[in-house]
């Protein structure tokens, strides 16, 4: 299994990203897709998924403002990011969730950084 994120970068306060995860060798509609992301100096956070149900959780510093989708057809999840902050910058991650965590896949990792 690979995940492949893509689209962080710089934004002004305020700016909208949109980040794309491709997975190799397994599906995203089949398996409980997230977002991490870990900030220097802090803990990783769990900032959007889908649950087994398909319903999507998010983080109550994201609520409202992120939104997790998924594109079946390409296999891939994506996290639009809409009037971020700079409090959102962060590494943010791919992540096929298991039932233990130990078993998460993850991708590499995409910078994305919010700073005027």
């Known amino acids: 299994v690979q995940l492949q994120a893509s689209g962080g970068g710089l934004v002004q306060p305020g700016g909208s990203l949109r980040l794309s995860c491709a997975a190799a060798?397994?599906?995203?509609?089949?398996?409980?897709m997230g977002w991490y992301r870990q900030a220097p100096g802090k803990q990783r956070e769990l900032v959007a998924q889908?649950?087994?149900?398909?319903?999507?959780n998010y983080a109550p510093s994201v609520k409202g403002r992120f939104t997790i989708s998924r594109d079946n057809a390409k296999n891939t999840v994506n996290l639009q990011m809409n009037s971020l902050k700079p409090e959102d910058t962060a590494v943010y991650y791919c992540?096929?969730?298991?039932?233990?965590?130990?078993?998460?896949?993850w991708g590499q990792g995409t910078l994305v950084t919010v700073s005027s």
């Open positions: 992540v096929r969730l298991a039932l233990s965590p130990k078993y998460d896949i």
């Open positions: 060798g397994s599906s995203v509609s089949s398996n409980r």
């Open positions: 889908f649950t087994s149900g398909g319903n999507a």
